[in-house]
């Protein structure tokens, strides 16, 4: 069965460094997604990107964020100059048409911030 | 504003209790969708189910069932006859029609299932 996956499953970084998260969604997906879940907490959106470009963007998904699709199967999440409070599960998903349809998770990355 | 509201923090039963999981939403949206994930101790997030807001009719699966009524802005969850494997935190999630995609997520319920 098609998973999402991503890479990799934990990254350690100083404050003030640039991460790239990456991602790899399921092949016939045109939908994909950004969400972060601080420890213990809630999962919130960050950013949802179709046809190349960000469709939707939360208050979270400042300048210090970025996505890219730099191929045809990668979707990566850059910040640029991490601060201590981005320390988080990020989850990658995908789908195949928006709203209507369930969105399928990576198992996560996460990102600790020192 | 909170769109997703999972008012039970935490839930513990006995294995083999049936349990009820609450879930209220608000929107203003004519079509919307709702949903509910899984995520076990392990981390990752597991769809269970998607509900529109044209179909009220209520769903079981297995063990889960699922109560959606409109009139009351609850989308409900049952796990019957639980058991340990069902310890996990359950996630409601809404999506509206025009916000291409974004899940907003509750708070989440733990749900404990002791032997």
């Known amino acids: 069965e098609p998973e999402v996956t991503q890479t990799p499953s934990h990254q350690v970084t100083q404050m003030g460094q640039e991460v790239i998260l990456r991602c790899v969604p399921i092949s016939n997906h045109l939908y994909f997604y950004w969400y972060r879940q601080i420890l213990g907490q809630k999962v919130e959106f960050l950013v949802s990107?179709?046809?190349?470009?960000?469709?939707?963007k939360s208050e979270i998904f400042d300048d210090q964020f970025s996505v890219e699709r730099p191929d045809g199967s990668n979707f990566t999440l850059k910040i640029r100059s991490t601060k201590l409070e981005d320390s988080a599960m990020y989850f990658c998903?995908?789908?195949?048409?928006?709203?209507?349809?369930?969105?399928?998770f990576g198992p996560g990355t996460r990102l600790t911030v020192l | 504003a909170q769109k997703v509201t999972q008012a039970q923090t935490e839930i513990s039963v006995v294995e083999k209790e049936d349990v009820t999981l609450d879930c209220v939403y608000e929107t203003r949206d004519t079509t919307y969708y709702l949903f509910w994930y899984k995520q076990p101790p392990s981390g990752e997030l597991v769809f269970l189910i998607r509900r529109n807001s044209f179909d009220e009719q209520n769903e079981i699966s297995g063990r889960y069932s699922w109560n959606f009524q409109k009139s009351t802005s609850s989308f409900n969850f049952t796990i019957t006859a639980s058991q340990v494997v069902d310890s996990a935190v359950y996630f409601c999630a809404l999506s509206e029609a025009d916000s291409w995609g974004k899940l907003q997520f509750g708070a989440g319920t733990q749900v404990v299932v002791t032997p």
């Open positions: 990107f179709y046809n190349n470009e960000i469709s939707e």
């Open positions: 998903a995908s789908n195949v048409g928006s709203s209507y349809n369930e969105q399928f």
